[in-house]
């Protein structure tokens, strides 16, 4: 009972995650390799702070070579990087950079983690990332992984002394070299040890690097080849880890496979230094779980020698045999029941034995119900019956016994209570901090991905031997064109609610407006349903009787008046509720689906707010041509701020006379992203000089992100300069320039509030018929002036702009709404 509970304990905390996609059956080549992995007790944990920061090689050779225990912890889930896939920005991004490293792990055999720090973009410096972090937050998950995954060796991507660049990468090294020692320490995070014990890893290497200009490495260094061949898999190690990082593809990492002798390269950063091998001096035969241990490596050593390739099931009674064996052992080592899980997996492989959950429903309804189907095939025969199957309490079928190959399929229908939780990553369940996920259940914190709603227990009996199979009852269906697909099965509530537009201005000239809240039914709705905005004083529809059927949608319009004109922003939150007699559900929540091939469809939920301003917000100019770029949401704001947008693209540029266009503002990388911008950089410099106002948000300069064109009339560069502190002081260089005084004077309180940073890719050695208008520093860093540059040329004016107005503007920042309207305001009689 007890070791049945501690399985259970280290299924739930760190369960590979395989369960997104159809778990694989191996070859028998394969299953030798794993058999061979049984005989091997030792482990590493890899740290870095992003998915993409991970050495796929170094992991693919200790996992698949050196036959360890490996995992990946990264601190955050890259939340702040760069989307070259869509549009997903922020935790959206998170969640698409969580699955695609858990598709790398799939392919190179490691084990993923995560803490709870949210990875808020660019930081320069170990103190700042600490500062946003909360530093004793964050080591403390890095101690829980550590006490619960026990590495034998921890090995970190970067240095504590900052050539990893990225504040993140630093404070990643940092943590781990600190973590080390206090997850020894049992006065450290005492509030652990009741579920862990304190752990010392043997020691911590740094795997050091050359990137770049930056190498540091040296051949004197402890090193081992990485780059061997395994003829079991079929693959060189550097074919494997190419496929590997090749899933970041929302960071566009494909990568080309490497064959051929590759060395890694290591630091000590603490404990005694390796000779030979990363965990020299560790013990990794079974002599580590004490006196019987001699004798379960001699079973697994005769299962090895009388391995058959052509039928791995005649190892299953071995393999039966030694799982009851190793199942006697009155061991505290962790590795018993580690090992009792391979050796299960393993006698699933060799036998051919199949099991699959499913259903046919894309997602349940809570009140609704579930569908489930569970098939079974013996498909080598070996002695084998099928106990039963539960699934929540409910047995789905009865004692049977598994005849070869032959399809054994059960179903039943499983109601689904209000009760049930939704499938909200459980990272997401609580309000997130500013710079750190919340997770209130200990228990969770580490895990990779969000827990199947419904797990099929299959028990069987095989050679005499009970065994409980855990499968995830999946979406299943058959594309005509990409074949059998297997989804993850969300719960969701009965219905959802979406608003729109997400941003009200009032600014005296707009004293009223409507905000449009949609209700949408995952299962048929019936009855009285009371709709209504948290956060705001509105008028609206009455509570109503109303029939919605499954699937479709009802809109309310709600009226909004006369906030005042104090410099506010009002979040409204929409919501509705169903009135019966004796209780009311209540529907707060949208829910986002997030699709794409190369990984298992993501579900999660929000509250989908506006946010009403009242902000006293002049403009002049009304006409604005807006050429979007990587995508950014500006257009849509700029309407609400009450001007006329129109999209332009290569085509509308060229045959639209562009003088009826008070400014024309490009979207966020548009010279980048653009092939075209080259064909219409002359008539954008003509309508200029005829007295046009062109405005161009950031846009790189590099390998990633060439430009495609000439920007302004005069030249100036692109530099890397970027001011990450939201909260940078701000000097206006000249503050009697017009972009300070018209419509809008602009003071210091207008650089209040902004939200993740100040401003990126600013300008760099400018012509002088450019003028920078603003002046900020980091902390402890020299100034930038290249922030906002801007110039006459002929008639009309010309500005180029790091300041991130794409986050500013969406978010409602009053002083980025009145900056941007004097923007477009130059060219407009004052
Ligand atoms: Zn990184």
């Not at 980048?672 to 002359?682: A, D, G, L, P, R």
């Given at each position: 009972m007890m070791k049945s509970r501690i399985l259970l304990v280290v299924f739930l905390c760190f369960g590979l995650a395989v369960w997104a996609q159809p778990e694989p059956a191996l070859s028998a080549s394969q299953i030798l390799h794993r058999i061979q992995k049984l005989k091997v007790?030792?482990?590493?944990?890899?740290?870095?702070?992003?998915?993409?920061?991970?050495?796929?090689?170094?992991?693919?050779?200790?996992?698949?070579?050196?036959l360890y225990r490996t995992a990946y912890l990264s601190?955050?889930?890259?939340?702040?990087?760069?989307?070259?896939?869509?549009?997903?920005?922020?935790?959206?991004?998170?969640?698409?950079?969580?699955?695609e490293l858990l598709a790398a792990r799939r392919i190179d055999g490691g084990e993923q983690f995560f803490t709870r720090a949210f990875d808020f973009g660019f930081s320069k410096n170990p103190d700042e990332t600490f500062e946003k972090w909360n530093k004793e937050k964050i080591l403390s998950d890095v101690v829980w992984v550590i006490r619960n995954y026990r590495p034998d060796v921890i090995i970190t991507r970067f240095p504590t002394t900052g050539e990893g660049g990225h504040g993140h990468h630093t404070a990643s090294a940092i943590l781990a070299v600190e973590a080390f020692r206090a997850a020894a320490d049992p006065k450290r995070f005492p509030e652990q040890l009741k579920w862990v014990q304190p752990w010392q890893a043997k020691r911590i290497l740094w795997n050091t690097f050359s990137f770049g200009s930056v190498n540091t490495t040296d051949p004197?260094?402890?090193?081992?080849?990485?780059?061997?061949?395994?003829?079991?898999?079929?693959?060189?190690?550097?074919?494997?880890?190419a496929e590997s990082r090749s899933q970041h593809k929302s960071q566009g990492f494909g990568s080309a496979a490497a064959r051929g002798d590759s060395y890694e390269y290591f630091k000590v950063l603490g404990g005694e230094a390796p000779q030979n091998d990363v965990l020299d001096g560790v013990n990794t035969s079974w002599n580590r779980i004490g006196k019987d241990g001699a004798a379960i490596e001699k079973l697994i050593t005769d299962i090895e020698n009388k391995f058959d390739y052509t039928a791995p099931q005649k190892s299953v009674a071995a393999l039966v045999q030694l799982y009851k064996e190793l199942d006697k052992i009155k061991s505290s080592s962790y590795w018993v029941p580690q090992k009792l899980k391979e050796v299960q997996q393993l006698i699933m492989w060799c036998s051919g034995l199949f099991i699959d959950a499913w259903t046919h429903q894309p997602y349940v309804v809570q009140t609704g119900n579930v569908d489930i189907q569970v098939a079974v095939n013996n498909r080598t025969g070996v002695p084998a019956n099928l106990i039963n199957i539960t699934v929540e309490d409910q047995n789905l079928a009865p004692n049977t016994q598994l005849d070869k190959n032959k399809n054994y399929v059960f179903s039943k229908s499983i109601i689904v209570p209000l009760t049930k939780a939704i499938s909200?990553?459980?990272?997401?369940?609580?309000?997130k901090e500013e710079y750190t996920y919340t997770v209130?259940?200990?228990?969770?914190?580490?895990?990779?991905?969000v827990h199947p709603a419904y797990v099929a227990q299959v028990r069987v009996n095989v050679y005499g031997e009970d065994f409980v199979f855990e499968k995830p009852v999946r979406y299943k269906y058959t594309d005509p064109v990409k074949g059998e697909i297997y989804q993850p099965l969300p719960v969701v509530p009965p219905a959802t609610i979406t608003t729109s537009p997400h941003l009200l201005i009032f600014n005296g000239q707009q004293s009223t407006q409507t905000l449009n809240v949609q209700l949408h039914a995952n299962t048929k709705l019936e009855g009285r349903v009371t709709t209504g905005l948290r956060g705001v004083k509105y008028s609206g529809p009455q509570p109503a009787d109303i029939v919605l059927e499954k699937g479709s949608t009802k809109s309310y319009h709600f009226t909004i008046s006369n906030i005042d004109n104090a410099n506010r922003a009002y979040v409204v939150n929409p919501y509705a509720e169903k009135n019966n007699d004796r209780d009311t559900i209540a529907y707060a929540l949208a829910l986002r689906s997030i699709r794409y091939d190369h990984i298992p469809a993501i579900t999660y939920f929000y509250p989908d707010q506006a946010v009403a301003l009242s902000i006293d917000l002049k403009t002049a100019g009304k006409k604005i041509g807006y050429?979007?770029?990587?995508?950014?949401?500006?257009?849509?704001?700029?309407?609400?701020?009450?001007?006329?947008?129109?999209?332009?693209?290569?085509?509308?540029?060229?045959?639209?006379?562009?003088?009826?266009?008070?400014a024309i503002i490009t979207g966020v990388r548009a010279y980048?992203?653009?092939?075209?911008?080259?064909?219409?950089?002359?008539k954008l410099m003509t309508y200029i000089h005829e007295g046009g106002n062109l405005i161009v948000q950031y846009n790189t300069s590099n390998n990633i992100g060439p430009l495609r064109a000439k920007i302004g009339p005069y030249a100036f560069n692109i530099s890397r300069n970027r001011i990450t502190d939201e909260q940078a002081k701000v000097k206006l260089l000249d503050p009697s320039h017009k972009v300070f005084n018209f419509p809008n004077k602009i003071v210091a309180s207008d650089f209040d509030g902004w939200i993740q940073e100040r401003s990126i890719y600013h300008a760099d050695s400018w012509d002088s018929n450019l003028k920078p208008l603003l002046s900020m520093a980091d902390p402890g860093e020299r100034p930038h002036d290249g922030s906002l540059i801007v110039g006459k040329y002929g008639k009309g004016y010309f500005t180029y702009t790091g300041l991130v107005f794409f986050r500013q503007l969406p978010a409602g920042v009053p002083g980025a709404l009145r900056l941007m309207a004097n923007l477009i305001a130059l060219n407009q009689e004052q």
């Open positions: 007790l030792g482990s590493v944990l890899y740290i870095a702070a992003h998915p993409d920061d991970e050495n796929t090689r170094l992991i693919t050779y200790l996992a698949n070579d050196k601190l955050t889930r890259g939340d702040g990087g760069q989307n070259l896939i869509g549009d997903e920005q922020g935790i959206e991004l998170g969640l698409i950079r969580t699955q004197s260094q402890f090193k081992v080849n990485a780059g061997g061949y395994n003829s079991l898999l079929g693959k060189s190690y550097g074919e494997l880890a909200q990553p459980y990272w997401l369940r609580e309000k209130k259940d200990q228990l969770l914190i580490g895990i990779p991905d050429i979007p770029g990587a995508g950014d949401k500006c257009a849509q704001i700029l309407e609400r701020m009450g001007y006329d947008v129109t999209v332009l693209d290569r085509t509308a540029v060229l045959t639209t006379d562009l003088r009826k266009y008070d980048n992203t653009n092939e075209w911008m080259n064909e219409v950089y002359e």
